[in-house]
């Protein structure tokens, strides 16, 4: 894909929740087609539906035909919201992962991060087009992470975290979004990495949720058979006066206290504008030294 990506097809499909604001749909389009991509755009604004992009038949028919044209290598979600879990049962997983196709998303999106996950496939755990590529300020280092990202076969991701302690590990990077994951945990949707590298993320859950979510993984022994866990940003939540204290960092440390593997801060991931792009079943190594991380993904697309 490296030495052709001014020939790669994008194609936008809606899986989850419809745009806050059609108008806006052009603007992304044009954007990612400024990055040298051949834009397929399988979005109808009169097939919404509800709170989604459409009927749950209809969006799932936009991921099978967007993953058997061939004039596509590179599946991207319009947006994520909620949608993704009714149509589990409705998509042929198996098509789109001997599609070839390359599927990239995040928040909603992870449970297909999962469903690849489980048949040996790679996706990317990336931009979508709401609100990546509507902003009118778009941010660079996010966009740049994903043409980078699908136009090479090692990619790397560096930030600061808190970790005090020296680490250099390797395992299959996996993850996503915190509610998704503990959603699929139990379920025919849910793909376990051991040895792993698992990085979390989530928007709108006050530390004890995210307390009670990683105790649930926790308590199904998810969490102490990875050889790191990652978080990226956790936001957009309110704390109590009744917390008395109990906020992110007291939550944080009663999780470190309970497990052994290293838990890592800082990934630019999550439900912000400065987003890395994250190769989802890569063999990656993390190396933390000085308060300073390094992931590298090592994949072929």
Same mark, same amino acid.
């Given at each position: 894909?490296?030495?052709?990506?001014?020939?790669?097809?994008?194609?936008?499909?809606?899986?989850?929740?419809?745009?806050?604001?059609?108008s806006?749909?052009?603007?992304?389009?044009?954007?990612?087609?400024?990055?040298?991509?051949?834009v397929?755009?399988?979005?109808?604004?009169?097939?919404?539906?509800?709170?989604? !992009?459409? &009927? =749950?038949?209809?969006r /799932?028919?936009?991921?099978?035909? @967007?993953?058997?044209?061939?004039?596509?290598?590179?599946? *991207?979600?319009?947006?994520?919201?909620?949608?993704?879990?009714?149509?589990?049962?409705?998509?042929?997983?198996?098509?789109?992962?001997?599609?070839?196709?390359?599927?990239? !998303?995040? &928040? =909603?999106?992870?449970? /297909?991060?999962?469903?690849?996950? @489980?048949?040996?496939?790679?996706?990317?755990?990336?931009? *979508?087009?709401?609100?990546?590529?509507?902003?009118?300020?778009?941010?660079?280092?996010?966009?740049?992470?994903?043409?980078?990202?699908?136009?090479?076969?090692?990619?790397?991701?560096?930030?600061?975290?808190?970790?005090?302690?020296?680490?250099?590990?390797q395992?299959?990077?996996?993850?996503g979004?915190?509610? *998704?994951?503990?959603?699929?945990?139990?379920?025919?949707y849910?793909?376990?990495?051991?040895?792993?590298?698992?990085?979390?993320?989530?928007?709108?859950?006050?530390?004890?949720?995210?307390?009670?979510?990683?105790?649930?993984?926790?308590?199904?022994?998810?969490?102490?058979?990875?050889?790191?866990?990652?978080?990226?940003?956790?936001?957009?939540?309110?704390?109590?006066?009744?917390?008395?204290?109990?906020?992110f960092?007291?939550?944080?440390?009663?999780?470190?206290?309970?497990?052994?593997v290293?838990?890592?801060?800082?990934?630019?991931?999550?439900?912000?504008?400065?987003?890395?792009?994250?190769?989802?079943?890569?063999?990656?190594?993390?190396?933390?030294?000085?308060?300073?991380?390094?992931?590298?993904?090592?994949?072929?697309?």
């Amino acid at each position: 894909m490296s030495e052709q990506n001014t020939q790669t097809g994008v194609a936008i499909i809606a899986p989850s929740g419809a745009p806050l604001d059609d108008s806006l749909i052009e603007r992304g389009l044009q954007r990612l087609a400024g990055q040298g991509f051949k834009v397929h755009s399988y979005y109808q604004p009169d097939a919404r539906f509800q709170r989604f !992009g459409a &009927s =749950d038949v209809e969006r /799932v028919r936009q991921i099978h035909e @967007a993953a058997q044209n061939p004039d596509v290598q590179i599946v *991207m979600a319009l947006r994520g919201s909620y949608g993704m879990s009714r149509l589990m049962p409705l998509i042929d997983f198996d098509l789109l992962a001997n599609s070839g196709k390359c599927f990239v !998303g995040y &928040s =909603d999106f992870t449970l /297909v991060h999962l469903a690849m996950l @489980a048949r040996g496939r790679i996706s990317i755990a990336g931009p *979508m087009l709401c609100d990546d590529y509507i902003r009118e300020q778009p941010v660079e280092y996010t966009l740049q992470q994903f043409k980078t990202c699908v136009s090479n076969t090692t990619h790397f991701v560096e930030f600061e975290t808190d970790a005090t302690q020296d680490l250099h590990v390797q395992g299959k990077l996996w993850g996503g979004n915190l509610a *998704m994951l503990t959603h699929a945990v139990g379920t025919p949707y849910w793909t376990e990495v051991e040895d792993g590298i698992l990085f979390l993320e989530d928007i709108g859950e006050h530390p004890y949720r995210i307390e009670r979510m990683l105790l649930q993984l926790h308590f199904a022994g998810v969490l102490n058979k990875q050889k790191a866990i990652i978080l990226g940003n956790f936001s957009a939540y309110k704390l109590a006066v009744h917390d008395n204290g109990y906020d992110f960092d007291a939550m944080l440390t009663y999780i470190r206290s309970l497990i052994d593997v290293p838990v890592i801060t800082g990934l630019p991931f999550g439900h912000v504008s400065t987003r890395a792009s994250l190769v989802v079943g890569s063999d990656a190594q993390l190396k933390v030294a000085a308060g300073q991380a390094g992931l590298t993904m090592h994949y072929s697309l």
